[in-house]
């Protein structure tokens, strides 16, 4: 079964705006109903007007509103639900009264036998035009299920049976005028609100959409592009290239987008100011998944980006690891003020708490261990279980002990040569304990925050890490990627998560070929126009390499060979003179001299070399 496509439902929306109300609710309703001519019956006027257009024209199920396409004469689009015993009732039983036999104070109703030429009267004249009769059928039938084969045609000789509707009605009411896309008609699934929404406008008592996540990002001459845009996937996103090229300039756009709020310093136009105009454009989609596009230019009198209520984001929970090993957090939950809810931690803040926004980690960390409930601490362990460096085991929490000149206790670490104080772990160790606990942390304040206000907690959050390798051994690097995807399931089985990682580790580029996902993971690239001095982003189709040396010297590290450059030198010149027709000796044997100092001895470009520097002379 097949159902008619949102493409098609909206653009019958809009031919139906000069179409009269009462041809569009109160005459359908009596015609579905078949009230009959000259012989009046007990008809619910308000009642069944009402239950067709719950039918009809409830279109947002959060809503008690009615969605109506005609035009009115305040040009309201969505009506209360009490519309159809008020507003509507002073139409049928005034405007229209000529076109009814009914006694005002009874339930008796019917038409009068010249109706049609007394509605025509009033809904055919002035800026009330005929009703485009495949629209209004689309408009009415857009729920109903088709066969496979239907056309436009079935769905009009379908309206015309259900409403019962007289070849005279047809001619006096209707026209067969009629303008839709050059898209399919029909579609798979029934036609939803999130489909309709970001082409209308929210009813009156629609909720602000929440949970968002981004969508697009496009910069216009702001940081080092003339031109860039990150059209962004709803799970993995991985951003790559040299350094100062933007990698983190990328994803603090991405955290002020989200947020309205930076971390650091703001983000400035790439040209004198007023000499190019530039913006920032964002979508974010919220839960609804309808991402709506913003666009915010840089007001020169203040020196700042100049938002607006139309730009506003949509909360949702993020926590964004920054290279220099500070934390940002983003949490809706917690106050409806964004000096409240965007919190900056530095690594010192983070581990000892030195804000009234976070115990830090060492109190929490000892806290949830000693608590009785196994919530969140349970969860921390598996955490830090699945991001673990592969050559030294599990990262396992021991005991809290105590050290000298700290009245605190410390949590600890059990290494496979002893147990050690947190504090004494190494950089890449610190750093992957603090992704970990922020993680956590920011999901049990969000829970909780979320339960002290009676709502449910976000199911979909932005995790946001720069330069993922950081401090990172190479084994490591090449498991962190997996690990951190898989951390979303240890918060919550119902979560989706968006990751927006950036990356120059081949290892980490190695480790993404077992999870990345073409329809719901992206790569972008950072490159160099040498003539333009100018950044370029471009998305990248993604490529399994294998090997690390092919990853290095693939088209998103760009190196010549995977060695040294003074090996890739010698090499370089080593083939230049057996490309020659006729190299010196000497000149064979100081490239071999090169070669010998450069090149490891089990080097692949010895085998090919060796033959041509004895017939030059070289002793080998």
């Not at 993604?542 to 030198?569: C, D, H, M």
Request: hydrophobic residues 40%.
């Amino acid at each position: 079964m097949i159902y008619l496509s949102a493409e098609y439902v909206l653009a019958a929306i809009g031919q139906l705006s000069s179409v009269h109300p009462f041809l569009g609710i109160t005459f359908l309703t009596c015609k579905k109903e078949q009230l009959p001519i000259e012989t009046p019956i007990d008809f619910l006027m308000d009642k069944n007007t009402k239950t067709f257009m719950t039918s009809v024209h409830k279109i947002c199920p959060s809503s008690d509103y009615y969605f109506q396409p005609y035009q009115t004469v305040r040009n309201k689009q969505w009506l209360s639900s009490k519309y159809p015993s008020s507003g509507l009732q002073a139409i049928n039983t005034q405007t229209f009264s000529s076109a009814f036999i009914h006694d005002r104070n009874g339930k008796k109703w019917c038409w009068t036998v010249d109706y049609i030429e007394k509605i025509s009267e009033i809904a055919i004249s002035g800026k009330w035009r005929k009703i485009p009769i495949s629209s209004m059928a689309i408009w009415v039938l857009k729920n109903s299920k088709w066969k496979d084969t239907a056309t436009i045609e079935d769905v009009v000789k379908r309206f015309i049976q259900d409403y019962h509707i007289t070849f005279n009605e047809l001619d006096a009411f209707f026209t067969d005028e009629a303008n839709f896309p050059s898209t399919p008609a029909f579609q798979n699934e029934c036609i939803s609100w999130n489909q309709l929404s970001n082409s209308l406008s929210a009813p009156p008592d629609a909720q602000p959409d929440k949970e968002g996540t981004l969508s697009k990002l496009e910069l216009v001459n702001v940081g080092p592009c003339d031109y860039a845009e990150l059209q962004l996937s709803p799970r993995l996103n991985i951003i790559t290239g040299d350094n100062g090229l933007g990698k983190t300039f990328l994803m603090d756009c991405a955290w002020w987008a989200l947020t309205n709020t930076w971390t650091g310093n703001h983000a400035r136009p790439k040209y004198a100011e007023g000499s190019k105009k530039a913006s920032i454009s964002y979508s974010i989609a919220g839960k609804s998944k309808i991402a709506q596009d913003k666009k915010v230019l840089y007001d020169n009198k203040i020196f700042d980006w100049k938002r607006s209520a139309d730009t506003a984001t949509i909360p949702g929970l993020i926590v964004y690891a920054l290279v220099d090993g500070s934390y940002a957090v983003w949490d809706p939950s917690k106050s409806s003020s964004s000096d409240d809810t965007a919190c900056v931690f530095s690594k010192k803040q983070i581990w000892d708490g030195e804000s009234s926004s976070i115990e830090g980690l060492i109190r929490d960390w000892v806290k949830w261990q000693n608590s009785p409930e196994k919530y969140p601490f349970e969860v921390f362990v598996k955490v830090l279980s699945e991001m673990s460096p592969p050559d030294m085991g599990k990262l396992l929490p021991g005991e809290p002990i105590r050290i000298p000149n700290d009245s605190r206790e410390i949590p600890t670490i059990q290494y496979p040569y002893g147990v050690v104080p947190i504090t004494n772990s190494s950089a890449g160790v610190g750093r992957i304990i603090t992704l970990a606990y922020l993680m956590v942390w920011a999901w049990n304040e969000h829970k909780e925050n979320c339960r002290l206000k009676g709502i449910s907690p976000d199911s979909r959050i932005v995790i946001m890490v720069d330069e993922l390798e950081a401090h990172l051994h190479p084994k490591w690097q090449r498991t962190i990627l997996p690990a951190l995807i898989e951390v979303q399931k240890y918060l919550s089985d119902q979560l989706e998560v968006q990751f927006m990682i950036a990356t120059h580790s081949p290892l980490v580029m190695a480790s993404a070929e077992a999870i990345f996902k073409n329809e719901s993971d992206k790569l972008f690239q950072l490159k160099l126009d040498i003539d333009t001095a100018n950044a370029i982003l471009t998305e990248e189709n993604f490529i399994k390499y294998g090997q690390i040396n092919s990853w290095l010297t693939s088209p998103i590290f760009n190196l010549g060979q995977a060695r040294s450059t003074v090996a890739e030198t010698a090499i370089r010149r080593a083939k230049e003179l057996q490309l020659d027709d006729s190299p010196s000796n000497e000149a064979v044997k100081i490239a071999h001299e090169e070669l010998l100092q450069n090149l490891s001895q089990n080097d692949p470009f010895w085998p090919r070399w060796i033959y041509f520097a004895e017939q030059h002379g070289v002793v080998i």
